[in-house]
């Protein structure tokens, strides 16, 4: 997941999402309906079959906490006489908003991949369908927003884990740190213990990929999976996990000469692979 939203699915194939709004559809008139049907119909036949496309639709409960910060009315420690009536508008909108349907949000996506050789040319491609996209829903009076990295990270988090709460945090910059963000550097390892199983797929020189499977699937972490809980955890980013594990997928696909050393930032030895993050302030 890059920071401006595009993701790396899988095998050169790369995605974003817009969130979009509802159309008032229903409460429209007759000719706006057909109107409105028409326009989506060409909506969804701009998608040729070069492109993926999948609409999700997000049920979620409304955060009650949130709501009363935001949304009721705020009530003096000191009465003014009216705290009453401010106690009993308040009590209405919990009743209404927040029992039965009424606290459901939905929420409503559009996610479309295209094939690419690599991360700048899907950029390319994805602009331009964005572009399309927007003013095609922007035709019918959609308000829609395209989802940054971490708002994408967030998003499928809260699907996965609803009652779960996800932040990532992003550099804001002071004085101790000149302005950049980040303090210090944090590292984070991918370490594969050669277990038995692991022993065999090298005796009998398996794929790397079918090792590292393997690995895995015994428990270990790779690089990417440790720069993803550092983000989780909040001591870095999502900007500076990309980079840093971008820069090492390029070094792996480097050739090696047969005495292997460290470049820099990066030392692999028995098994053991180590990068260094840049720590958020």
């Known amino acids: 997941m890059f920071e401006d939203g595009v ?161 990532i945090y992003e550099p804001c910059g002071c004085k101790l740190c000149n302005g950049t963000g980040y303090y210090g550097r944090l590292g984070i390892y991918e370490i594969m213990k050669i277990t038995p199983s692991i022993k065999r797929l090298i005796s009998r020189h398996a794929e790397a990929e079918e090792i590292k499977k393997q690995a895995i699937s015994e428990g270990m972490n790779t690089l990417k999976m440790a720069a993803v809980n550092a983000v989780k955890d909040g001591v870095t980013t999502i900007a500076e996990m990309v980079k840093a594990t971008y820069e090492a997928e390029e070094d792996d696909s480097r050739p090696k000469a047969a005495d292997t050393s460290a470049s820099s930032g990066i030392s692999v030895s028995s098994g053991v692979e180590e990068i260094e993050l840049e720590q958020i302030d």
């Open 7 to 167: 993701c790396d699915v899988e095998g050169g194939i790369y995605s974003k999402t817009i969130k979009f709004s509802d159309i008032n559809y229903q409460i429209a008139k007759r000719d706006d309906q057909i109107d409105i049907f028409s326009r989506y119909c060409e909506f969804l036949n701009y998608f040729d079959p070069s492109i993926n496309v999948q609409i999700t639709i997000n049920n979620r409960r409304i955060d009650q906490e949130d709501f009363k910060k935001r949304i009721l009315l705020y009530t003096p420690k000191k009465d003014d006489g009216l705290n009453k009536y401010r106690y009993e508008y308040n009590q209405m909108l919990i009743d209404k908003a927040l029992k039965g349907q009424n606290g459901i949000i939905r929420e409503k996506y559009l996610t479309f991949s295209c094939e690419a050789s690599n991360y700048e040319q899907g950029v390319q491609v994805l602009s331009r369908i964005e572009a399309d996209v927007q003013a095609n829903m922007k035709r019918l009076g959609c308000i829609n927003s395209v989802l940054s990295g971490s708002e994408r990270c967030e998003f499928i988090h809260s699907i996965f884990n609803p009652d779960e709460p996800y932040t």
